[in-house]
């Protein structure tokens, strides 16, 4: 696989899982219009995924939907940070912060890409990002000095630092503490490789559909 | 707080109530007004107001009956007539 497809999953299944998992919120977020919004964010990351997608099946001769659905758990190369099931509402904002955080950085590099197509993709979706950015700000200055807020953040921290490599990583630790406006906890970055072990269940249920009439046209 | 939400949905065109959203402050309203009256494409523009700030007029008396204040309360069909039987004219279909 070239070099490209592989970064082009990588994001790609980033942005599926989280707004698979995002997308779990809908219908009992803690009030109605953040159902709504949250709801709508989720459908978008998704929609980011199949862009995605579809630069890499035309590397890869496939389609779109057969490397979002048909490819085994094992083959998928999204960071443990975006497949972690967060029952709990400040756990689930403090992943968007440092989600959108971190994709902000990785769309920065990609925008500055030589190749046009990935530059392009990263400007297209970056322009719809911005409103996510806000949208998790928003709760981040909110929940700024609520403790279940800042422990669910150190909790997550190292997770989130896997989402990028190196140089980028390492941005990330230099820019989170002034956006939270204070540092969080000292964690090791976990690598984008293996699953955690919630992956599995989650991707049966959400291949489920698609293999119960396998070669079906949808 | 509660947000009456307006909506434009061509540019030039009125800008016409979508409905209204909560939320707890203008930033909010805005994120929450763009994925509940945008994400579809259905708007080129909204505007967000306060409901506090809307004064809210209703309660238009009409004790005496003022029907001349109305289009619909001057016959025109009824005064026609008369004219036209004034000065021995015909309806046009007539003609």
Redesign the interface.
């Known amino acids: 696989m070239s070099e490209r497809a592989q970064r082009l999953l990588e994001i790609a299944d980033d942005e599926l899982v989280l707004g698979w998992r995002d997308s779990e919120w809908t219908g009992i977020a803690p009030?109605?219009?953040?159902d709504?919004?949250f709801s709508?964010?989720a459908q978008?990351e998704i929609g980011h995924a199949r862009a995605l997608y579809e630069l890499a099946a035309r590397d890869l001769d496939t389609t779109a939907d057969e490397l979002a659905f048909d490819r085994a758990p094992e083959e998928y190369r999204c960071a443990p940070f975006v497949e972690l099931r967060l029952l709990d509402w400040a756990d689930t904002i403090a992943r968007r912060v440092l989600y959108e955080a971190a994709d902000t950085i990785r769309l920065e590099a990609l925008k500055a890409d030589p190749d046009p197509e990935l530059a392009g993709l990263a400007a297209k979706m970056d322009r719809e990002e911005v409103?996510h950015r806000?949208?998790a700000e928003?709760w981040a200055d909110?929940l700024r000095d609520e403790p279940r807020f800042r422990a669910a953040v150190d909790s997550l921290w190292g997770q989130a630092l896997g989402v990028l490599e190196g140089e980028l990583a390492t941005v990330l630790a230099d820019r989170m503490p002034a956006q939270l406006g204070w540092t969080p906890a000292q964690a090791a970055p976990a690598p984008r490789n293996g699953h955690s072990d919630g992956f599995r269940a989650l991707w049966d249920e959400m291949t489920m559909v698609r293999r119960s009439i396998p070669g079906a046209s949808w | 707080m509660i947000y009456e939400v307006f909506r434009q949905e061509r540019k030039g065109q009125a800008f016409q109530h979508a409905g209204s959203?909560?939320?707890?402050d203008d930033?909010?309203a805005?994120?929450?007004a763009?994925?509940?009256y945008g994400?579809r494409q259905e708007s080129v523009a909204l505007w967000l107001v306060p409901r506090a700030a809307l004064r809210h007029v209703s309660d238009f008396p009409d004790e005496l009956q003022k029907s001349y204040h109305r289009v619909d309360g001057y016959s025109l069909k009824a005064k026609l007539k008369e004219a036209r039987e004034r000065a021995g004219t015909a309806a046009p279909r007539d003609r």
């Open positions: 009030f109605l219009e953040e709504v919004a709508s964010i978008n409103y806000l949208h928003m909110r | 959203i909560t939320a707890p930033a909010f805005e994120a929450y763009r994925e509940q994400r």
